[in-house]
């Protein structure tokens, strides 16, 4: 996993504020871990508290994630890796079409006569 200095300030201060000495990161009352299976349901219910209209779900915060990445100029390599993909395909695949304006305008550009 990757964190920067600030994540992990955060990270450390949720675990304090917390106070349990559970090993997990994300924790159900009593000190059990929160499940992958639990996570949209987590998410569902936090979007609605918050009163975000928009769905907003793990897999659309991993997706913006690597789309800003790429946006920004990170190598498709890096964002494989990041992604924990096993093949650089798969990367390529969902990420380098997702810009259909911009490869539009390049089109215009690079092929007008």
């Not at 920067?4 to 090993?23: C, M, P, Q, V």
């Not at 209209?53 to 920004?72: D, W």
């Not at 890796?81 to 390529?92: Q, V």
Request: overall charge positive; some cysteine; aromatic content about 14%.
């Amino acid at each position: 996993m990757f964190f920067n200095t600030r994540a992990l300030a955060w990270i450390k201060e949720f675990t304090n504020r917390r106070g349990d000495t559970a090993e997990w990161l994300f924790v159900l009352p009593g000190g059990k871990r929160l499940e992958y299976a639990a996570v949209p349901k987590w998410f569902a219910r936090i979007r609605a508290r918050a009163g975000l209209l928009k769905k907003v779900t793990p897999h659309i915060l991993r997706h913006t994630m690597a789309t800003t990445l790429l946006f920004n100029g990170c190598p498709i390599g890096f964002i494989k890796e990041l992604l924990g993909h096993d093949n650089l395909e798969t990367t390529c695949q969902y990420y380098l079409g997702v810009d259909k304006q911009a490869a539009k305008e390049a089109h215009r550009k690079y092929l007008s006569f």
